[in-house]
């Protein structure tokens, strides 16, 4: 909800102004971009009274006076932050890093949110190849999960759930019905002639690929090896 001065000023002009109604609101003028965000106790906010704190329901209860968010794109360098005590908690580490951090008695690893994140890869449907259902339904058959969870969260089990549907598998929705095309050996020569047969003529494939998230890249690695061994 923005309010109504903000939402009356010029739609071409970025937001100026940040106004939080909860626990927190953001400090403007210590942002430094690509690098700080600092938010402060809001004062004027008065959490629900009674009820649990569960996920995103109940009071939302402030702990600290002051939060800094600083964004650090290598990951060693974060790895190491966390280590030497600059920063206190790092959100997502990368599947390499937290060996490291296990490692470190000081630091305690844990999985905060069992419902993940989920990973889709969604095709252009509007543009050859993949406005061909064929060729798209083609790719599920050489689409190994276990191989994007390895490369995204190494060999441990623990950290992810296979096979996924759309759905998160731990939320009421999820389900594993109908994902059997998941499982077996993939069979990438197969799949070359079917996606030939149904009529593809070598369309260059490009992959958008964000290469300042560890994670997101490694996954993106895989499936462009996926596309390569079933071209």
Known sequence: ????????????????????????????????????????????????????????????????????????????????????????????????MLQLLDRTPAIKTVVTDPTGIMACMRMNQLWPPFDNPKIRQTLLKVIDQKDFMIAANVTDPKLWHVPSGFFCPELPMGSTTGLSVFEGKRDYAAAAKEIKDAGYKGEKVVLLVPTDQAILKSECDVAAEMRRRSA
Do not use: C
């Not at 939402?7 to 971009?33: H, I, L, Q, Y």
């Not at 629900?48 to 290598?74: C, M, N, S, Y």
């Open 1 to 96: 909800m923005m309010p109504e001065r903000l939402a009356n000023t010029d739609p071409f002009k970025a937001v100026s102004e940040m106004v939080g109604s909860g626990p927190f609101k953001w400090v403007a003028n210590e942002r430094v971009v690509g690098s700080l965000a600092v938010y402060e106790r809001n004062a004027a906010y008065k959490p629900r009274e009674g009820k649990l704190e569960q996920w995103t329901a109940g009071p939302k209860i402030a702990h600290f006076d002051r939060v800094e968010w600083h964004v650090i794109p290598d990951e060693s360098t974060k790895a190491n932050a966390l280590i030497s005590g600059e920063v206190d908690w790092w959100e997502n580490p990368t599947s390499d």
